[in-house]
């Protein structure tokens, strides 16, 4: 008897479901809602502007101007200020930050740690407060005329002004370090239960000091998560807008223009919606650039 062979083109294909876009619709159907559209919108409209015919009271309608709404906001002096202004946030408050989420995180997962569900709550609890009652909250701690902490500073002979234009930065940046440090700690913490105890174990075994284990074992373990904690507080510090804008209508040293988000919210406010789309773009794109040349610096010794 011989065998009857399939023709190739008769081969049963394998059926094409659904069941794929069924499980990723509850994702995909926002994502593009609310995160592409927005950002495909806010690029066309940074590429146009907005002109008016008739007189002061006639139509208005959309016109393409190209990079004329970017080459605009670059001029700008604001923009140059705004964004070396954060980008010196960055250097300093991300470090200090995240030095003491990491601090907190090896005392939590040391052996000599006790009650670490309630000192894991204590370290969140600043994270789930609102951003702008936590600002409302340190401003009343920072204004001279009602602030026991000025007070009792005042009367130690230190005379700072921690609301005016050379502490404003720095008074802000406590804030995002208190609001933020616990959630980051959270993020280390769990990187630090999934290293296998018995790495540490057979150091200690070898006589290394828990100084040691935690410097040369732990830290270099979990450095993805270092990695990403760092690349969560550029894309963090660069959307700065609460604390800055709550400290505006308590001290003068914060002008509308304090920071780029800032800025943006002020051109928006003004009507100016194209010039506000662009300097949205541009955000976005030393956003991702920094936080790409972090990510290349960090992965250098891995390669």
Sequence with gaps: MIPTRTPAGARRRPRRTLAPYAFLAPFLIPFVLFTLAPVGYAFWQSLHRTE??????????????????????????????????????????????????????LLLDSAVARAKRFFRLVYFVPYGIPGVVAALMWAFLYDPRLSPVVDLLHSAGTHVDLLGPGAILWSIGNVVTWTYTGYNMLILYAALQAVPADIGEAARVDGA???TVALRIKIP????????????SIIGTFQLFTEPQVFRSIATSVTSTYTPNLAAYSLASGDNYSEAAALSVLLAVVTFALSFAFLRFTSRGQA
Aim: hydrophobic fraction near 55%.
């Design 52 to 105: 008016r015919t008739g007189g002061t009271f006639g139509r208005t309608h959309s016109v393409f101007a190209g990079s004329d709404q970017y080459a605009a906001v670059v001029k700008e002096p604001f923009f140059a200020d705004s964004v070396l202004r954060v980008v010196g946030f960055a250097l300093v408050q991300i470090p200090v930050m995240l030095l003491l989420a990491l601090v907190l995180a």
């Design 209 to 211: 000091s828990g100084w």
């Design 221 to 232: 373990i979990i450095r993805p998560a270092l990695v990403l904690t760092g690349v969560f």
